[in-house]
């Protein structure tokens, strides 16, 4: 069974650039969550996408936003870009997503901006 | 009322001892008790979690201890072995849908021989 699959592991970008990250769920998950990790904050929700409506929200800024697609694989975005959003974005996906229960982790993309 | 407070950041234990990892929460609406385990390089994975209503769950070596009235939990893990050396982090959520897991700071373990 395969597991969670985010894409690319790696991402440079410079400040002012916007991106785009992928997160493939398990076959079979409807929900897919995003956090960021990084050393100061640890590990911050950042939305979850359920049946390709976003059903929770963290306290980021509008500039990071997400979608969910009708196979369950998601992106999220992040426009003009700051070097305070370098940082590990971790996708995961669960079969239903009530409450964190089942969340299986992707292996993340590592974004740096420089 | 959403924090989760892990201590202690960083812990070195000897082979074959017992690592222990605690947390304490504030929102008592909290009903579900993770904890998981990342290597460097990989996502957090599910080690092991309880719901408030036992006191204690054990998997293999991994032991949560849980008190719901001092709002606190820990992880034990018995027999450390070097392969265990890796962050640890806490985390809470209340059940429902549109929910999210709060984590605590995370636990770096080395352990030594």
């Known amino acids: 069974k395969a597991g969670v699959t985010q894409t690319p592991r790696y991402l440079i970008k410079t400040r002012g650039q916007q991106v785009t990250l992928s997160c493939s769920p398990i076959s079979g998950h409807r929900s897919v969550s995003w956090y960021q990790q990084t050393p100061g904050q640890g590990l911050q929700f950042l939305f979850e996408y359920f049946s390709e409506t976003q059903r929770n929200k963290g306290n980021f800024p509008g500039r990071f936003s997400g979608r969910q697609f009708s196979n369950s694989r998601s992106e999220m975005n992040v426009s003009t870009l700051e070097l305070g959003d370098s940082a590990l974005y971790l996708c995961a996906s669960s079969p239903e997503g009530a409450g964190g229960y089942g969340y299986t982790f992707g292996s993340g993309t590592r974004l740096t901006v420089v | 009322q959403q924090q989760v407070k892990q201590s202690p950041q960083s812990l070195i234990v000897q082979k074959g001892g017992i690592s222990i990892i605690n947390c304490a929460y504030e929102n008592t609406a909290f009903d579900y008790f993770p904890w998981y385990q990342q290597f460097p390089g990989k996502g957090p994975a599910l080690l092991i979690a309880i719901r408030p209503d036992v006191s204690e769950k054990k998997e293999g070596r991994f032991t949560i201890s849980f008190n719901k009235s001092a709002k606190q939990f820990s992880l034990h893990i018995m027999d450390s072995q070097p392969g265990d050396s890796a962050t640890y982090f806490c985390?809470?959520?209340?059940?429902?849908?549109?929910?999210?897991?709060?984590f605590g700071t995370g636990t770096r373990l080395q352990v030594t021989l």
């Open positions: 985390a809470a959520s209340k059940r429902g849908t549109a929910s999210k897991l709060t």
